[in-house]
């Protein structure tokens, strides 16, 4: 780990009022701006349609904003070396295809792909610190099954090790629970929390499911949200029902637009 | 009765290169969900075939730029989401054999039947130079970026994520396939030629084993229904496109047929 100041952290994730149209003049995203420090568990919560592959495809240098910037390391993750450190969970790892050919041990070793570089072959190095990560989610037994055999929850701790396998800093989740049953969701949050307060790997979740993330995360963030809330948004931040909805000391961080945050009606 | 060994050694080495090659290439086209890009880019060789009869000189290398060129154009639209993978694919298969003919029409050329289903007799030692060359070169390829070709196949977005270079992958990928295909033509033909990368595969994956040894078995399937087809085709004089085929079906029915009695 990089020694970080002792009055600030690292930031290791950052967007700087951010925006992305597909088609001109209809943007998708509008001013995001977000900062993940260094061992924060992140949490970026919206619904369907509000943005949250794109911005993920920002954060990970996969698209270029229409305005504003994104800095991974510090960095433009477009042309840095750095993106070799981030370990990407994507929803595939869970939506597959269950006839893919490939053993536990090759999925995890792709992790390592990115490490080693081009034009490099995988070596007796990466095939240990492959069957490492699979031992950190307790499945290192596995390691020579079909990844098709596997359960959901079974194959959604693999894809774990695979962005283990390459010594992340940051790990991305995008949407981690989808398809998976309640009991595996359960463990797998615990395991998230242990890479995350064990290891310091900064996690990053971006979901729909603000049930699940509202006890795990220390920061929240909330993409095209509306809360409706009484009084003040200062007495919602402040108050009970913030509390309530998150169950636990976070921090929320609203992403204010047009469609921003306001105040009325019923309760959350 | 040095040309008959030759009439049959040659035909024979050509289709042993495409049968290892081609599969291969398959590894990573079907687990694409893009098995038909093989297919389609064998009808366009019939258009740079046309154009090589029209222009006339060095016409053995039209089919290939036409080809290359096709499997650039379909992979950018691809990437640029102006048009779905299938329906590019569908659009490049249909368009290169509208072209193709009416190109021929106009110009009086002749499409033979050779060209749509292979003629070992035809196959001179240059062509088979030719495929073992390229052959070559398009196992070079794939070896080197092989890890990379697996990952993208896996979960491209998590490969994307990392910064791996996956559009250029994808890219050299429709390149490599694009030669191997218009190589492989002179011995299986413009309408068998795909078939070489996606049965075999799809054989091998009924094994259920992992990726190395799946591509293994692919090819091995795929030399045996090669070699097998070939023999049959020059022995009882049957069209060599789909004496092969038809060997590379056998052994696909032969190893689900083996896993069901087993299963059962």
Known sequence: MTPTGTTEKEIVLEAKDLGYNYRKNDPILKSVSLAVERGDFFGIIGTNGSGKTTLLKLLTGIY?????EVRLFGEDPRHSKKRSKVGYVSQRATTFDRSFPATVLEVVLMGRVAQAGLLRRLTNRDRAKALTALKEVELGHLANRKIGELSTGQQQRVVIARALAGDPELIIFDEPTVGV???AEASFFALLKRLNTEKNITIVVVTHDMDIIGHQVNKLMCLHCSISTHGTPKQFFEGEALHMATRGDIKLIPHHEDRGHHDHGHDH | MDTTINQILIPLIAG???AVVAPTIGMFTVLRRYALVADSLAHVVLLGVVIGSVVGFLPGIFPYIVAVLAAILVEYLREIRRVPGESALAMLLTGGVAAATTLASYFKVEINE?????ALEKVAVSDM???LGIGTAVVVCLLLFWKELVYSSFDD???RAQGLPV?????LLMIVTALTVTAAIRVVGVLLTGALTVIPVMSAIQLNQGFRTTAFYAICISVVSVGAGLLLAL?????PGGAVVMSAFACFFAIVGVRKVLKA
């Open chain 1, 64 to 68: 270029a904003p229409t305005s504003g």
């Open chain 2, 157 to 159: 977005e998590a490969a």
């Open chain 1, 181 to 183: 049953d309640v009991n």
């Open chain 2, 235 to 239: 022995t009882a004089n049957l069209s």
């Open chain 2, 16 to 18: 042993l290169a495409i």
């Open chain 2, 129 to 131: 130079l030719m495929i």
């Open chain 2, 167 to 171: 559009r250029a992958i994808n890219m």
């Open chain 2, 114 to 118: 050779d060209l749509l289903f292979g």
